[in-house]
């Protein structure tokens, strides 16, 4: 008995420890009412020249001693060329936050486009994924179940790598709000809307020309673009009348019939430092056209409204469902 008290004290007492010199504030979250809240502060990585992981001073190896194997990190060591490639392209640190509404994502200290969710979307998505066989029903119940912890829980990992003879670039302030979002440029430069509309066979069509009247006039085979019968069989088995993938100001928003999937979340500040990032990373020579491009397009994603709606056949005595409007 003494025995297994001690195999569960020890690897709680170094957690403990490491969090304690980890300090800071715990990560934030909104959802902090109802009878569970776990928020801890930012836990940093650190990867050395040969790409070995530790955290708090503590090497992967002690680590998973001290904790009887609970706690393995030995599995992830970095490839000792990314760690090289990061060094030249003097990207530092990336660091992930996991809260109430999304997955923020940072890269030497500036946000980049990140993953926004709320519970309905996470309980939609799960059933969707058990719809088309992607999880079956038991795994779809525990991520349902799973919900709300996952929303009441704050996780700050940072992962930083060596910095050679570049000045040290300082991880972002925690003290500052993830919501906190910059006023946004609201002009549009371009709109565009395509609905696409299978037939029972899974054959699409755009305003009622479909993909086989274009094969037959332009002489080309454009069945790839079909779902096939069965594909569509399985969306009204699904009841999933239709898919709408829409562009906002606030990122690339996904709904399955009026269910608000997770999306991707930007702002014009993101989308310049996405571009920036893969500048960064991309610096030689060979990559000068796709930098140039990169640089050119990413942050005009902001100010382009698009709208792609896929349509399925309803069977029949089932109600339709609108599309959702814009927000």
């Not at 008995?1 to 980890?22: E, T």
């Not at 392209?89 to 980049?112: C, R, W």
């Not at 594909?231 to 019939?257: C, E, F, K, S, Y």
Request: charged share 20%; aromatic share 6%.
């Amino acid at each position: 008995m003494k025995n297994r008290r001690l195999y569960f004290l020890v690897p709680m007492l170094l957690l403990a420890i490491v969090l304690a010199s980890c300090g800071g504030a715990p990560t934030e979250v909104t959802e902090d009412e109802g009878g569970f809240m776990l928020a801890l502060p930012r836990i940093t990585l650190e990867v050395d020249d040969e790409g070995n992981p530790s955290v708090a001073g503590i090497d992967a190896e002690t680590l998973k001693t001290l904790t009887f194997g609970q706690a393995d990190l030995t599995g992830f060591q970095v490839p000792t060329d990314y760690v090289e490639w990061f060094d030249e392209a003097d990207l530092q640190h990336i660091e992930l936050v996991h809260t109430s509404d999304g997955l923020y994502v940072f890269a030497n200290g500036k946000p980049m486009p990140h993953v926004g969710w709320s519970g309905d979307a996470l309980k939609a998505t799960s059933d969707v994924a058990e719809a088309f066989g992607v999880l079956d029903a038991r795994t779809a119940g525990l991520v349902r179940l799973l919900v709300p912890f996952v929303q009441r829980t704050g996780i700050d990992l940072a992962v930083s790598f060596p910095t050679g003879g570049s000045p040290v670039i300082e991880l972002r302030d925690p003290e500052v709000s993830l919501s906190a979002v910059p006023a946004e440029d609201e002009s549009e430069i371009m709109r565009a809307r395509v609905h696409v509309r299978y037939d029972e066979d899974g054959v699409p069509s755009v305003l009622s020309v479909s993909s086989q009247d274009v094969g037959s006039a332009l002489g080309a085979d454009l069945r790839s673009l079909e779902l096939g019968p069965d594909m569509v069989q399985t969306m009204q088995n699904a009841d999933i009348q239709h898919l709408t993938v829409r562009t906002a100001p606030q990122g690339l928003l996904v709904w399955a019939n009026d269910q608000a999937m997770p999306h991707l979340a930007w702002s014009n500040d993101n989308l310049t430092n996405g571009a920036d990032l893969y500048s960064q990373l991309y610096f030689t020579d060979e990559y000068n056209t796709a930098r140039e491009a990169v640089k050119m397009l990413l942050p005009v994603l902001d100010n382009v409204s698009a709208e792609v709606v896929l349509l399925f056949p309803t069977a029949e005595g089932i109600e339709a469902i609108p599309i959702p409007s814009s927000p």
